[in-house]
């Protein structure tokens, strides 16, 4: 049983920073690419930043270069992203996922973290 569980969503003022965990269990992930997508209300589902657990490779959307950082600790199972100058357009339902490398959809999901960006 693969489960992931996000955590570290709140509410911040723009130009705040957050960081979100995503703690996975059941599953090695030497073999898989780690993700962050996010949702805005009436919007779709969008791909913010993603590595290949294990190796290298990070990809980051451009409307966060340089704001956002993720990352993992191996030891610990769980993977990070870093939010640093964030303004209202962040505001989204964050989402962790999985896929294995070399597969196009991610098959592994989080329950989500409201992440919320406003004075």
């Known amino acids: 049983q693969v489960r992931l569980v996000e955590s570290g969503g709140g509410l911040v003022q723009p130009g705040g920073s957050l960081r979100l965990s995503c703690a996975v269990s059941?599953?090695?992930?030497?073999?898989?690419?780690m993700a962050w997508h996010r949702q805005a209300p009436g919007k779709e589902r969008e791909l913010v930043t993603a590595f290949t657990w294990g190796a290298g490779g990070t990809y980051y959307a451009d409307s966060v270069k340089g704001r956002f950082t993720i990352s993992r600790d191996n030891g610990r199972n769980t993977g990070y992203l870093q939010m640093n100058s964030l303004k209202p357009e962040d505001t989204a339902v964050y989402y962790c996922?999985?896929?294995?490398?070399?597969?196009?959809?991610?098959?592994?999901w989080g329950q989500g973290t409201q992440v919320t960006v406003s004075s």
């Open positions: 996922a999985l896929k294995p490398r070399g597969d196009e959809k991610y098959i592994y």
């Open positions: 059941g599953r090695d992930l030497s073999m898989y690419v």
